[in-house]
């Protein structure tokens, strides 16, 4: 649609003054002293709702960022949905759609007996869970499921594809495993998967970390958006700026090459919380 296309670059032009995200971005980058050197925008329709005199269309913005930060530049991608009113060949009401980070169950995982289960050692393939990442990143792998909040799923299949074993299946509250068509909470719950890598003692397991600088590509980062308990996110490590802070992939807002903190998404509350944890044994 030209008029889509059109409102997007004069809304970059004026620096995004009806986009909370792109001030938060813009300030985030700021922070770290990262230039944009050019930014790309498409649009792809994904639902129409048709009124009398106008139309209501929700689209995907697909943004990809050229980033520069001292003699390093990289390519921040980002799937943005949004929402507008079209009437009288206009674009009215023009917002982003709020996206849900939430997926039950909250409850912890029940801890297995671990001298009923064989101690499974496993060498972790960081460049593998990496190299699934970039692969899946926009995309999504048809031998899984595809959840509506999908992030914990795609870090799962990463871990997956690194090697991690699977255990505990049928019981869903133990362990951390995919077959055919069912799975553990821990696979695709972020809360669950938060809690089985912090109380995983064989096989998957992640060891907790103070700082981000102190993981490394493959890692995983957990992220309590209200600071009330319930994880409600998580990402993988796939880069690190020169600063050494990580640059990670995430779905459900599927992102690429994305700074770790998140302060420049709509989830983002001043009482965040993250966990940090080192993969492998």
């Not at 498409?42 to 050229?66: A, P, T, W």
């Not at 980002?78 to 759609?97: C, L, M, N, S, T």
Request: aromatic share 16%; glycine share 6%.
């Amino acid at each position: 649609m030209e008029p889509l296309k059109k409102f997007w670059i004069e809304l970059i032009k004026s620096g995004g003054a009806e986009s909370e995200w792109w001030k938060r971005k813009k300030d985030l980058l700021a922070r770290r002293d990262v230039s944009v050197v050019r930014v790309n925008g498409r649009g792809y329709i994904f639902h129409r709702i048709r009124y009398d005199q106008s139309e209501k269309i929700y689209y995907q913005l697909h943004l990809s960022m050229l980033l520069k930060q001292g003699d390093y530049f990289y390519l921040e991608e980002e799937i943005v949905p949004y929402q507008f009113r079209w009437e009288d060949g206009k674009i009215e009401e023009h917002r982003p759609v709020e996206v849900s980070w939430s997926n039950e169950p909250y409850e912890k995982l029940e801890l297995e007996n671990e001298q009923s289960d064989r101690a499974m050692r496993f060498s972790y393939d960081r460049l593998a869970a990496v190299q699934y990442a970039e692969r899946w990143w926009n995309s999504y792998n048809p031998a899984y499921r595809t959840f509506e909040v999908d992030c914990t799923n795609y870090v799962s299949q990463c871990l997956r594809a690194g090697g991690a074993p699977m255990r505990g299946t049928p019981n869903r509250n133990q362990g951390w495993w995919y077959q055919q068509d069912n799975w553990s909470y821990s696979w695709a719950v972020a809360h669950s998967l938060r809690w089985f890598l912090s109380g995983s003692t064989h096989g998957l397991k992640g060891t907790e970390v103070d700082s981000p600088e102190e993981l490394s590509l493959g890692d995983i980062i957990c992220y309590d958006f209200e600071g009330d308990g319930r994880w409600n996110h998580n990402t993988i490590v796939v880069a690190k700026d020169i600063d050494g802070m990580p640059l990670v992939n995430a779905h459900t807002q599927n992102s690429r090459l994305r700074y770790w903190s998140y302060e420049d998404s709509s989830a983002w509350t001043p009482n965040i919380a993250y966990k940090f944890f080192r993969i492998g044994e």
